[in-house]
């Protein structure tokens, strides 16, 4: 892959995007196509407005300093932990209490209706809780044996 464009950070820690003719976008966000399916695939920069100033196709073709900028500023923007293994629930009906094991640590969150369970894919859940804040399921046919029983009767 040709990289058209440079990016660093200026003094007020936004990303600036130069292209090949030398202009410069000030503030550029980088968003993902395909959040769950394909986090690393399909992410385009854009300003402010939505307009977008430049497509990524795969992340790893990218120069390192380029690709840390970009993960960086993802990371600082969202936050959807990955569930590891669910420890236990409360009750079987809802609302309840699940305990999990995330990517980022111990957590527990209330699920209030099974309807807050979403199938994105063939095999990945994303979990809403009470707050709003969603928790993925990458593949619910490898969690562990426990997890996926406790799964089961809540889909």
């Known amino acids: 892959m040709t990289i058209t464009f440079q990016l660093r950070r200026n003094s007020f820690a936004q990303l600036v995007l130069t292209d090949?003719?030398?202009?410069?976008?000030?503030?550029?966000?980088?968003?993902r196509a395909f959040p769950i399916q394909s986090p690393n695939d399909g992410i385009s920069?854009?300003?402010?407005?939505?307009?977008?100033?430049?497509?990524?196709?795969?992340?790893?073709?990218?120069?390192?300093?380029?690709?840390?900028?970009?993960?960086?500023e993802l990371e600082g923007r969202e936050f959807m932990p990955e569930i590891n293994s669910i420890t236990s629930v409360t009750?079987?009906?809802?609302?309840?209490?699940?305990?999990?094991?995330?990517?980022?640590?111990?957590?527990?969150?209330?699920?209030k209706g099974d309807e807050d369970i979403r199938r994105v894919g063939k095999e990945s859940l994303l979990i809403s809780?009470?707050?709003?804040?969603h928790f993925l399921i990458r593949n619910m046919y490898e969690i562990d044996k426990q997890s996926r029983k406790i799964l089961d009767r809540f889909l």
Request: aromatic share 6%; net charge negative.
């Open 91 to 111: 009750s079987f009906a809802t609302p309840c209490t699940w305990h999990v094991q995330t990517d980022r640590g111990a957590t527990h969150f209330v699920l």
């Open 20 to 31: 090949l003719n030398g202009v410069e976008h000030v503030d550029v966000r980088p968003v």
């Open 129 to 133: 809780d009470n707050h709003g804040i």
């Open 45 to 72: 920069l854009v300003k402010e407005n939505g307009a977008e100033v430049a497509w990524i196709d795969h992340l790893s073709d990218l120069p390192a300093p380029i690709r840390d900028l970009i993960s960086t």
